[in-house]
């Protein structure tokens, strides 16, 4: 109780080993198996009633004072015959499942090292003793990944390994994994012997204590999309934790899709953990698709594509799929007490493809509230129900515009804010949501010029030929939008005197002639380039009325026909990547 009032669950390590006054008692009823077919450590033949009943209420003792789980050890043993073993290991992780159900009611929690076919209505599994060593990590992760194909979804290692203590970079690493495994399950210990020398804060530096806080933090924030993707596993048998192959089963990489160590934890992540001493990268094979690099969240790679992840101890290399929707937040307490007054709170996190909708099929606890997001003619809709939680949105997107929630326009850094360094949309929620953005250009888009993310940003999407079309004029002022936006001009106001006039020079170039008052004597020009509108450089200059000088490197020139006309012009290969161009004019002495 005393534990339970700071919101820790105490579970036992068991197994079902009959010794001492069990093993006299048992033997004294006859409910132990035969010794001659059993080795030293038999146990109670459950398929016995009277057997079952009696260890049954062994157990109770424990659970009567409050204990809530069991990690289930041995089974696999023979202590019991060989004949008999799988059902007698099922029967007893049977017994310890309902007595914790009746003691209490929807709380109660067990995993086992070793379990058979029928056994997993009752119980979770851990991959057992494996050794703490890189190869070990490897082999757990392929443990896990076997669980899931066979249908045992809820699964976690000793992480660190069993058989000795982990080095701190071992221990960094097999953290980072876990975090993203079903099951999170640490095993700690200080004492003289090696094995028990492996606790972060008492036995390593503070680097593995900062990687172990950042990867408990992940593992407990996944909670709402690890937990939907687990009920998702009772329904359709699809594993939290599970091979590439079985999102991609056409790809013809079956190495990489199956043994390499990587996967896909729920139908949106790519987990690569780093595998190897002393790395500080790993290949990582991308299946087709688009993925952004969740740890920089600004890297978008098109697979399917072999690549090199940046990998530091501090760091697993994750990649987010295009249009996957992540629920990520603190929905559950526990033993958070430094929190005053609490409450839960949800973060869904939103990955939207320009191109095809998604679906997140979010489990409340009670029931399943789907999720769904859609992007069609430059806006973006999202849509669920209520999840019982409040929270916030993260809409993983480029310059977004109008933001309406259930209907009523928000007004920015007031009822959301757009954070332009993560293009991440954040919009707060409660209740049913149904959510418009306007202008909605997502990371995935194929690449813009600026121009166009410009045009995009502020007049609309391309798919409007009023705004967009070459000839697009709304404002009748005779310029077309493609021409004011490139001066950074109101599309929607008469200002023609700012106008560029643009045609396609015979040399295969772009020409933008520049009429001047014709009494002007020596003029200066320099072109300068942008991509941003903020940061300017020079990329031509022309003195004097002297000939083209172009900066080396740069693909524009400019030039004058000299007094009397006074044209200047800018000529730039119609290959180069579009970007802004000003002129600036200086007259004799510098006056610009």
């Not at 978008?300 to 101890?313: D, F, M, Y």
Request: net charge negative; proline share 7%; charged share 15%.
């Amino acid at each position: 109780s005393a534990l339970q009032s700071q919101g820790l669950n105490l579970m036992l390590w068991i197994s079902d080993h009959c010794w001492s006054g069990l093993h006299d008692e048992g033997a004294a009823n006859g409910w132990l198996f035969d010794p001659a077919k059993t080795n030293a450590y038999t146990t109670a033949d459950f398929s016995n009633a009277g057997a079952y009943e009696w260890f049954g209420r062994k157990l109770d003792t424990f659970v009567n004072l409050g204990v809530k789980g069991y990690k289930i050890d041995r089974l696999d043993e023979r202590e019991s015959p060989d004949a008999a073993n799988n059902r007698n290991n099922t029967l007893f992780q049977k017994l310890a499942r309902e007595g914790l159900e009746r003691g209490h009611p929807g709380e109660g929690f067990t995993f086992s090292r070793c379990a058979s076919d029928r056994a997993r209505r009752h119980t979770a599994i851990w991959n057992g003793d494996s050794y703490a060593t890189f190869t070990g990590l490897q082999f757990s992760i392929l443990c896990g990944l076997r669980s899931g194909i066979i249908n045992f979804p809820m699964w976690g290692s000793d992480t660190g390994g069993y058989r000795s203590a982990p080095t701190e970079e071992l221990f960094a690493r097999w953290l980072q994994f876990s975090a993203y495994s079903p099951m999170m399950q640490v095993l700690v210990g200080s004492g003289s012997q090696a094995l028990a020398r492996r606790s972060p804060w008492y036995d390593y530096s503070p680097v593995l204590v900062a990687v172990a806080r950042e990867q408990a933090d992940a593992h407990h924030d996944l909670m709402p999309y690890s937990r939907s993707q687990l009920y998702q596993a009772t329904v359709t048998g699809m594993p939290v934790m599970r091979p590439i192959m079985f999102e991609f089963p056409d790809d013809p990489n079956i190495e990489a899709t199956t043994t390499n160590c990587t996967y896909m934890f729920g139908a949106g992540l790519l987990v690569a953990p780093a595998i190897a001493a002393g790395a500080t990268a790993r290949d990582v094979y991308l299946p087709a698709g688009k993925w952004l690099d969740y740890n920089d969240r600004s890297t978008v790679r098109t697979g399917p594509a072999n690549i090199t992840a940046s990998a530091p101890l501090d760091k697993i290399p994750l990649f987010v799929r295009e249009g996957a929707i992540i629920p990520r937040g603190d929905i559950y307490r526990g033993n958070n007490m430094w929190t005053p007054g609490w409450q839960p709170s949800l973060r869904i996190e939103m990955f939207p493809s320009p191109s095809a909708p998604s679906v997140f099929p979010y489990y409340t606890g009670a029931a399943v509230k789907e999720i769904t997001c859609s992007a069609s003619g430059g806006s973006l809709s999202v849509q669920f129900g209520d999840l019982g939680t409040p929270g916030n949105l993260e809409i993983q997107c480029v310059n977004p515009g109008n933001v309406t929630r259930n209907g009523i326009l928000l007004a920015p850094s007031v009822d959301y804010e757009y954070l332009a360094a993560s293009s991440i949309l954040r919009v707060p929620f409660s209740g049913a949501t149904v959510l418009q953005v306007r202008n909605f250009s997502s990371v995935f888009a194929s690449s813009r010029s600026p121009h166009e993310a410009w045009r995009m940003e502020n007049f609309g999407n391309s798919g409007n030929p009023i705004v967009s079309s070459p000839d697009a004029d709304p404002d009748g002022d005779g310029l077309v939008n493609l021409v004011e936006y490139a001066l950074g001009s109101n599309p929607n106001a008469k200002d023609a005197g700012t106008a560029l006039p643009t045609t396609a020079a015979a040399d295969g170039q772009l020409e933008y002639l520049v009429n001047l008052d014709s009494s002007l004597g020596d003029v200066n020009y320099t072109v300068q380039s942008s991509t941003d509108l903020v940061v300017w450089q020079d990329i031509a200059t022309s003195a004097g009325g002297a000939k083209a000088m172009a900066v080396p490197g740069s693909g524009a020139s400019v030039s004058d026909s000299g007094a009397g006309r006074r044209q200047a012009s800018i000529k730039v290969p119609a290959s180069e990547p579009q970007n802004f161009l000003r002129l600036k004019i200086s007259l004799a002495g510098g006056v610009p």
